[in-house]
Each structure stands twice: as structure tokens, then as C-alpha cells.
């Protein structure tokens, strides 16, 4: 409810049989996402392991004593939930620990797709909706979901002197790392956040 209010609130809507599953999953990806405010490499890659392995356990009837992860064992049994997403989701997010700025678009989509898509696929097998349709949505509205999560977070990356933006869209507008750092206005600042913004209005309008 703390980290993930946004979540928290879509999870109310969700049917009563499936609520609980939904907060359990949602707790498991903000378990992983502070992974990304861990200073230390080590330490944030010691996290995902652990989590690697409650996952492999979880799976195996044998979830470790940890809230988080009790929860989750109860969800996977109750809605018999996919181990491949949620081990890409632990996969993905160990690949941003390197602090690397996206080089092209795709490579944000991709983290998206890895990350949002993919939760939105536990979500609709939490519902009992196994359709090509509804995946075909989830995985245009996750790389939505990721490309706006990623803008949204550029003033808090920026004030760590980081820049996650893709390298590609910000060459052609002959935009730094550092006119984003130092909280630039200039148009072709502002360029730069419309076309990444126009990439996740696309998915939108594939999912309309």
C-alpha cells in the first residue's frame, strides 16, 4: 500500500477470490523494485538471488519463512500461476542493478514487457483469463505501463545522477546524461520526453 499505491488501488477492483493473490504479487514486485535504491551492487544482487530461490522453492512446496513469501506460495497453489514470469520478472530486474542507461527503445520495452507485461499475465491467470486476446493487451499495456514508469522516475534518477532514458532517442536530439542531471528545460530536453511518451501512447492505441 506504501510503495505500490497505484497497485494497491487496482487490486480493491479485483474479484475477492483473487485480491489476496493480487497484494501478494504486488508485494513481491516492490520487494524487487527497492532492490533498485540498494547503493551496493552486491547487496541488491544477494536480494534477487534470495528471491531466485524462494521462487525455486516456492515451487518445490518449500517457501522460505518470510511474509512475502509465504504469500506468494499461496497465490502460486491457488491459481496454479506460471514459474516463467515471475522468474523473468526476478531476471529482468537484476539486469537494471547495472545502473545503465536503455541504448534504444526496444531495450526499455523489453525491461517493460519482462517486468509489467509480465505481472499483468499473473494477473489475468489469477482471474482465470487464458486468452491470446487478453496477453496480446497486457503485454502492449505493460510496455505502456514501463515506458511512462521510466519518465516518471527520470526527476528521482536524475537528482542520483543517473539517466535511464534511451540512449537512442536522446542522441537524436543531441540531448546529455547531464542536461538531464541538471534538470535542463530546453526543447530538445523536452523532445526527448515527448517521443519516448509518444512510444507508450502507441502501445495504448494497439490495446484500443
Known amino acids: 500500500r506504501k510503495r505500490d499505491y497505484e497497485g494497491f488501488l487496482c487490486s480493491l477492483l479485483m474479484p475477492a477470490e483473487s485480491r489476496t493473490s493480487a497484494f501478494a504479487l504486488r508485494a513481491f514486485n516492490v520487494e524487487l523494485a527497492q532492490a533498485d535504491s540498494i547503493t551496493q551492487k552486491g547487496t541488491g544482487l544477494m536480494r534477487m538471488q534470495f528471491w531466485r530461490d524462494a521462487v525455486e522453492n516456492i515451487y518445490c512446496d518449500k517457501p522460505p519463512h518470510q511474509p512475502v513469501a509465504i504469500e506468494l506460495w499461496k497465490a502460486v497453489k491457488r491459481h496454479n500461476l506460471t514459474k516463467m514470469w515471475i522468474m523473468k520478472i526476478i531476471d529482468e530486474r537484476e539486469k537494471n542493478l547495472d545502473d545503465r542507461p536503455y541504448s534504444n527503445i526496444q531495450e526499455l520495452?523489453?525491461?517493460?514487457?519482462?517486468?509489467?507485461?509480465?505481472?499483468?499475465?499473473?494477473?489475468?491467470?489469477?482471474?482465470?483469463?487464458?486468452?491470446?486476446?487478453?496477453?496480446?493487451?497486457?503485454?502492449?499495456?505493460?510496455?505502456?505501463?514501463?515506458?511512462?514508469?521510466?519518465?516518471?522516475?527520470?526527476?528521482?534518477?536524475?537528482?542520483?545522477?543517473?539517466?535511464?532514458?534511451?540512449?537512442?532517442?536522446?542522441?537524436?536530439?543531441?540531448?546529455?546524461?547531464?542536461?538531464?542531471?541538471?534538470?535542463?528545460?530546453?526543447?530538445?530536453?523536452?523532445?526527448?520526453?515527448?517521443?519516448?511518451?509518444?512510444?507508450?501512447?502507441?502501445?495504448?492505441?494497439?490495446?484500443?
Open 109 to 208: 520495452e523489453k525491461y517493460a514487457e519482462n517486468t509489467q507485461s509480465a505481472l499483468l499475465y499473473l494477473t489475468l491467470e489469477m482471474l482465470g483469463v487464458r486468452d491470446i486476446h487478453a496477453d496480446h493487451a497486457a503485454s502492449h499495456i505493460g510496455k505502456a505501463q514501463g515506458i511512462v514508469t521510466c519518465l516518471r522516475a527520470t526527476p528521482y534518477h536524475s537528482t542520483r545522477r543517473k539517466v535511464f532514458l534511451p540512449m537512442d532517442i536522446c542522441m537524436l536530439h543531441g540531448v546529455s546524461q547531464e542536461d538531464f542531471i541538471r534538470c535542463r528545460q530546453e526543447k530538445n530536453v523536452r523532445d526527448v520526453i515527448y517521443d519516448t511518451a509518444s512510444q507508450a501512447h502507441v502501445h495504448l492505441e494497439h490495446v484500443r
